[in-house]
Nanobody, 120 residues
């Protein structure tokens, strides 16, 4: 069992930066791949990016590539999403998620989300 808790959301202006955190507890070794997703009101949940266990080969959706950076600190059981040059279109509830193994076809655990609002 893995528990994920996001934090760091808030209200910012376009062009600002914000860092989201995801605290991993429980069986942290089962958080093999960490992903970030976001969901705007009335819309589908969208993929933002993911990062592997060792922190290598992060991958991002085109909509955030070059602006967002995922990192993780396994010693502190934290995963981060650094968001720069924020746009109003980035407004959403942001979720972290974990794949238990590298063989998982989908994400096994999800956090409750943290809201990010970007004003124009």
């Amino acid at each position: 069992q893995v528990q994920l808790v996001e934090s760091g959301g808030g209200l910012v202006q376009a062009g600002d930066s914000l860092r989201l955190s995801c605290a991993v507890s429980g069986r942290a070794s089962s958080a093999y791949v960490m992903g970030w997703f976001r969901q705007a009101p009335g819309k589908e949940r969208d993929f933002v990016g993911h990062i592997g266990w060792s922190g290598g080969s992060p991958y991002y959706a085109d909509s955030v590539k070059g602006r967002f950076t995922i990192s993780r600190n396994n010693a502190e059981s934290q995963v981060y999403l650094q968001m720069n040059s924020l746009k109003p279109d980035d407004t959403a509830v942001y979720f972290c998620a974990a794949k238990a193994t590298p063989f998982s076809s989908s994400y096994d655990y999800w956090g409750q989300g943290t809201r990010v609002t970007v004003s124009s």
